[in-house]
């Protein structure tokens, strides 16, 4: 008896998901952080591809990786985008860092990391207004408010559902998937705008 995925034929298979690895950078990264990325190691049977967004703003950076993410098809398979999976340039992974989040199968996962201060504090708030989470065991799934983004998995869906429920902002700014042609885009959703998913660093601003 054949298996029975070899009574399948090819045409008739669903085009494979695939991880996109999103990295914002300002271009300049360490040899050990390439290192790092080398040796990620991939969930069983899923495969990966490279968004980066050099100099431009964090912010910016990230809405540019979502739309690219959400309007791609591999050239060869059609396989299309599963999960988003933000990684810093300054984030030392190691290289489970993605298959222990992704064997959770939630909607949004994060890695633990810690401030640049001294003394460093876990990334975790549990508030609105703050609230660092303390008093808890490294490998802990931790429900919070708000986490760093330096290392965190996202399902592609969560983006749609955003957009269709009306809670991201569609900016006045030329989609860079489709250069604002819109007919057929799926990155901006058929708009032909430059969507604000994650916002970018505000300036100072004097209150009188």
């Not at 299309?80 to 949004?108: G, K, M, N």
Request: charged share 20%; net charge neutral; proline share 5%.
């Amino acid at each position: 008896m054949k298996p029975a995925a070899l009574d399948v034929h090819e045409y008739e298979r669903v085009p494979p998901a695939m991880i996109g690895i999103g990295v914002p950078t300002f271009g300049m990264v360490s040899i050990r952080w390439h290192m790092c990325m080398l040796g990620l190691g991939m969930p069983l049977n899923t495969s990966s591809t490279l968004f980066t967004v050099i100099g431009s703003e964090i912010g910016d950076a990230r809405n540019e990786i979502v739309q690219r993410a959400l309007a791609f098809r591999h050239p060869k398979t059609q396989a299309h985008i599963s999960h988003l999976f933000f990684v810093d340039d300054d984030c030392l992974l190691s290289t489970s860092a993605l298959r222990q989040l992704y064997e959770h199968r939630q909607p949004i996962m994060a890695g633990l990391y810690y401030t640049k201060s001294s003394p460093s504090e876990p990334l975790i708030l549990t508030t609105k207004y703050g609230g660092v989470a303390h008093g808890f065991t490294h490998g802990d799934v931790i429900p919070c408010y708000a986490h760093g983004m330096g290392c965190t998995l996202i399902e592609l869906d969560v983006f749609r559902q955003l957009y269709q429920r009306g809670t991201c902002v569609v900016t006045d700014r030329a989609c860079r998937v489709c250069d604002g042609r819109a007919e057929g885009c799926r990155g901006c959703f058929e708009t032909g705008k430059v969507i604000r998913w994650f916002y970018t660093t505000q300036g100072t601003v004097t209150v009188d």
